[in-house]
């Protein structure tokens, strides 16, 4: 009942900035938890970023004080301003959209972010 489509990703020198955007489509319930997930090769996917419908964000250690997640409940999107991005950032990226009142959640089929020199 939920799209989810990613933009933003691409490639990028080690201390440089990407804004990931993720738009959300279809059948959304008001109370969900947007967010970011990531994963590369050979690894499982790992949180990056969330933030609920309140607005309250919650953070990987690895990316603290680099990434900041946001949304815009009016326009169903969730954003994700990257900076100082190093080689380890290296990932696909992927959109998370959770209901707080229910059990659906949706992902987006993910977009690369590449950091290399």
């Known amino acids: 009942q939920v799209r989810l489509v990613e933009f933003g990703g691409g490639l990028v020198q080690p201390g440089g900035s990407l804004r990931l955007s993720c738009a959300a489509s279809?059948?959304?319930?008001?109370?969900?938890?947007m967010g970011w997930y990531h994963q590369a090769p050979g690894k499982q996917r790992e949180l990056v970023a969330t933030?609920?419908?309140?607005?309250?964000?919650n953070y990987a250690d690895s990316v603290k004080g680099r990434f900041t997640i946001s949304r815009d409940n009016a326009k169903n999107t969730v954003n994700l301003q990257m900076n100082g991005l190093k080689p380890e950032d290296t990932a696909v990226y992927y959109c998370?959209?959770?209901?707080?009142?229910?059990?659906?959640?949706?992902w987006g089929r993910g977009t690369q972010v590449t950091v290399s020199s």
């Open positions: 998370n959209l959770q209901e707080e009142l229910g059990s659906r959640g949706y």
């Open positions: 933030i609920t419908s309140g607005g309250r964000t």
């Open positions: 279809g059948n959304i319930f008001s109370f969900n938890t």
